[in-house]
């Protein structure tokens, strides 16, 4: 008899794990849920939309035809309850879904700013996560003069790009001392704000968002910061982070083991029968959320594997990721942030150019590796780290693992390097 299997959530661990079900089992019906929009799109494609690089068609990695041929049926709907003792969703429409197995993959949602002036009602406030903040930013941009952005990360910088390519005057809110240091050390987060600084961004770090005020109409008029000052302004973009989607689920008739995120064992079994738990909602027998796109990718597709398989335990890959901040060339691989005691940091720059490369090892084992300005290949990097090389062979050896690229590779021969001090379990 086939299984009725049913997703929630059309993220990447949403369609990875319909992708691996039907490469499974070729009989099983197979309902993906969501209500963000009918097709999953890349979102880390986002910027590039609201930057008219990408239209939003462009954004589907997948074919339209590709879910009809699979035998995926796309449901854009809400779900309103889960009853596991039935193996029955209740969606917001009052239609009813049945299940054999079942796999919550909601994704995260945005974190939301509590203070005077911020209600869910505030026009021109503005996140950059789902489709409806892509709808959002494009509603208001053309009417904005300043906007200003809150919080150092990726989406904060991503936001205030796409805001400078439609001519925006950006004021830039970063409440730590350097931008991004769970991630980046003081000297890169200064490379990074002073490439920002270069393309017209107001950079101001260690400033606070206090409270908001709106015009007659309730659109956003001005901010003003802890240190007293106050900022005109037409759009404020909340970037500080996400938070597992998962919030609904408290309130079902049968919900999950839940902490942070929908907790899972190491198949990505949630403490429900026959239901599973993958992507940024998903919350790691250690306690951790893995909220990256490919993390997502890899807990979907094995949650997939594993509701219409035999089942195998997750592994967490080594972490990587890549991106671009404004012109500079962005790679992170491996562990950088959360080290153990001992570990120390080894940091090269040009003298003239914005390049900068960053090991992080212990002992003599390499643990991360950082590089802004130039491009490097991942998988070699991850290579050596789960060879566990030498840092003075990674440092002998780095050309291997840079691309080649049009206006050719970084002059690591001209790069000097020195020591920073780990002072706790992240650089600083």
Same mark, same amino acid.
């Given at each position: 008899?086939?299984?009725?299997?049913? &997703?929630?959530?059309?993220?990447?661990?949403?369609?990875?794990?319909?992708?691996?079900?039907?490469?499974?089992?070729?009989?099983?019906?197979?309902?993906?849920?969501?209500?963000?929009?009918?097709?999953?799109?890349?979102?880390?494609?986002?910027?590039?939309?609201?930057?008219?690089?990408?239209?939003?068609?462009?954004?589907?990695?997948?074919?339209?035809?590709?879910? *009809? /041929?699979?035998?995926?049926?796309?449901?854009?709907?809400?779900?309103?309850?889960? %009853?596991?003792? @039935?193996?029955?969703?209740?969606?917001?429409?009052?239609?009813?879904?049945?299940? =054999?197995?079942?796999?919550?993959?909601?994704?995260?949602? +945005?974190?939301?700013?509590?203070?005077?002036?911020?209600?869910?009602?505030? !026009?021109?406030?503005?996140?950059?996560?789902?489709?409806? =903040?892509? %709808?959002?930013? /494009?509603?208001?941009?053309?009417?904005?003069?300043? +906007?200003?952005?809150?919080?150092?990360?990726?989406?904060?910088?991503?936001?205030? /790009?796409?805001?400078?390519?439609?001519?925006?005057?950006?004021?830039?809110?970063?409440?730590?001392?350097?931008? $991004?240091?769970? +991630?980046?050390?003081?000297?890169?987060?200064?490379?990074? !704000?002073?490439?920002?600084?270069?393309?017209? &961004?107001?950079? *101001?770090?260690?400033?606070?968002?206090?409270?908001?005020?709106? =015009?007659?109409?309730?659109?956003?008029?001005?901010?003003?910061?802890?240190?007293? /000052?106050?900022?005109?302004?037409?759009?404020?973009?909340?970037?500080?982070?996400?938070?597992?989607?998962?919030?609904?689920?408290?309130? &079902? #008739?049968?919900?999950?083991?839940?902490?942070?995120?929908?907790?899972?064992?190491?198949?990505?079994?949630?403490?429900?029968?026959?239901? $599973?738990?993958?992507?940024?909602? #998903?919350?790691?027998?250690?306690?951790?959320?893995?909220?990256? $796109?490919?993390?997502?990718?890899?807990?979907?597709?094995?949650?997939?594997?594993?509701?219409?398989?035999?089942?195998?335990?997750?592994?967490?890959?080594?972490?990587?990721?890549?991106?671009?901040?404004?012109?500079?060339?962005?790679?992170?691989?491996?562990?950088?942030?959360?080290?153990?005691?001992? +570990?120390?940091?080894?940091?090269?720059?040009?003298?003239?150019? #914005?390049?900068?490369? @960053?090991?992080?090892?212990?002992? =003599?084992?390499?643990?991360?590796?950082?590089?802004?300005?130039?491009?490097?290949?991942?998988?070699?990097?991850? @290579?050596?780290?789960?060879?566990?090389?030498?840092? %003075?062979?990674?440092?002998?050896?780095?050309?291997?693992?840079?691309? %080649?690229?049009?206006?050719?590779?970084?002059?690591?021969?001209?790069?000097?390097?020195?020591?920073?001090?780990?002072? *706790?379990?992240?650089?600083?």
């Amino acid at each position: 008899m086939s299984k009725a299997y049913v &997703v929630v959530g059309n993220g990447v661990a949403g369609v990875s794990a319909a992708l691996a079900i039907r490469s499974r089992d070729a009989r099983g019906t197979i309902a993906v849920v969501s209500d963000e929009g009918d097709y999953f799109f890349s979102r880390t494609a986002l910027m590039y939309a609201f930057m008219d690089r990408l239209p939003r068609r462009a954004m589907e990695p997948y074919e339209r035809h590709t879910w *009809r /041929e699979r035998g995926v049926e796309l449901v854009r709907a809400r779900v309103a309850d889960l %009853d596991a003792s @039935r193996h029955q969703l209740t969606l917001r429409d009052g239609r009813t879904l049945p299940y =054999d197995r079942l796999l919550l993959a909601t994704g995260s949602r +945005a974190r939301r700013i509590e203070l005077p002036g911020v209600t869910d009602d505030l !026009a021109g406030l503005v996140h950059f996560v789902t489709l409806q =903040d892509l %709808d959002a930013c /494009e509603q208001y941009a053309p009417t904005t003069k300043r +906007a200003v952005v809150v919080g150092g990360g990726l989406i904060g910088i991503e936001l205030v /790009e796409s805001l400078r390519f439609h001519g925006v005057a950006v004021t830039f809110l970063v409440r730590e001392p350097w931008y $991004w240091p769970a +991630a980046l050390s003081r000297e890169e987060g200064e490379m990074t !704000a002073r490439e920002m600084r270069r393309h017209g &961004v107001d950079v *101001r770090e260690g400033a606070e968002l206090a409270s908001v005020a709106r =015009d007659a109409s309730g659109r956003v008029a001005s901010v003003t910061t802890t240190a007293g /000052e106050t900022i005109a302004c037409e759009m404020l973009g909340v970037c500080i982070g996400v938070a597992p989607q998962v919030e609904w689920l408290r309130g &079902v #008739a049968t919900p999950p083991a839940m902490g942070r995120g929908v907790k899972v064992d190491a198949t990505m079994r949630t403490t429900l029968d026959d239901v $599973w738990a993958a992507g940024d909602c #998903a919350e790691l027998a250690d306690g951790r959320v893995e909220s990256i $796109w490919y993390s997502a990718k890899r807990q979907g597709a094995l949650a997939g594997e594993n509701m219409s398989g035999r089942p195998k335990g997750y592994a967490s890959p080594v972490f990587f990721n890549s991106a671009k901040l404004f012109e500079l060339e962005y790679t992170t691989v491996g562990a950088l942030a959360e080290v153990e005691d001992g +570990a120390e940091s080894l940091y090269a720059t040009h003298p003239t150019r #914005a390049l900068s490369w @960053r090991i992080v090892h212990s002992g =003599d084992k390499v643990l991360g590796f950082n590089a802004l300005g130039s491009r490097w290949d991942h998988t070699v990097i991850t @290579r050596w780290i789960e060879e566990q090389r030498p840092v %003075d062979w990674v440092r002998e050896h780095l050309r291997r693992a840079q691309f %080649d690229v049009e206006l050719g590779r970084a002059p690591l021969h001209e790069m000097t390097a020195r020591a920073l001090p780990i002072a *706790r379990k992240g650089v600083s």
